[in-house]
């Protein structure tokens, strides 16, 4: 019975090349010289340091321009509010989202029930798992998925025939 999964996942290597390209162009970029400007990753945490707001500002819209480039979807992080740090700096936390969440699932899976197909979804931890008997079905299922936003990028894999 052919299957697929929906899943949205991170290509960290390409999101670690893009950072380190953002990071080499603030350090060339003349209206950032001699500033404080720094951004640092941990796991799945994002913090950018920045003298006042207008740069912090200009500084994510560069990473996200270098995410855009390196084919990783801006939609990955998660912007906190701003909020103050030592020496008069400003301080971005933001959060790298990874997975697809029970809600986003299930309003996944009531859209795809809408459409009358003779498909089973089932919800597989942070991916959902999607099983027909006819290939057409489920390529029909992949375009009603493509077409609903949940706020994260998404993928298919393991197209099993």
């Known amino acids: 019975m052919p299957s697929f999964d929906?899943?949205?996942?991170?290509?960290?290597q390409e999101f670690d090349n893009a950072l380190s390209n953002c990071l080499r162009e603030i350090s060339n970029r003349f209206d950032f010289k001699?500033?404080?400007?720094s951004i640092e990753r941990k796991e799945n945490?994002?913090?950018t340091l920045a003298p006042d707001e207008l740069k912090l500002r200009q500084v994510?819209?560069?990473l996200q321009t270098h995410l855009i480039r390196r084919k990783v979807d801006p939609r990955v992080l998660n912007m906190k509010s701003s909020e103050s740090a030592?020496?008069?700096?400003?301080r971005q936390l933001s959060e790298l989202k990874e997975g697809i969440s029970q809600e986003n699932a299930k309003k996944v899976i009531a859209d795809i029930k809408k459409l009358k197909l003779k498909i089973q979804i089932k919800i597989q931890g942070d991916e959902l798992r999607v099983d027909g008997k006819k290939k057409d079905e489920l390529q029909e299922a992949i375009?009603?998925?493509?077409?609903?936003d949940i706020g994260l990028p998404i993928e298919?894999?393991?197209?099993?025939?």
């Open 156 to 161: 298919f894999v393991n197209f099993r025939d």
């Open 6 to 12: 929906v899943v949205s996942k991170i290509n960290h």
């Open 143 to 148: 375009s009603a998925i493509k077409s609903i």
């Open 34 to 37: 001699g500033l404080h400007i």
């Open 60 to 62: 994510n819209e560069l």
């Open 45 to 47: 945490l994002i913090t």
């Open 86 to 90: 030592s020496g008069g700096s400003i």
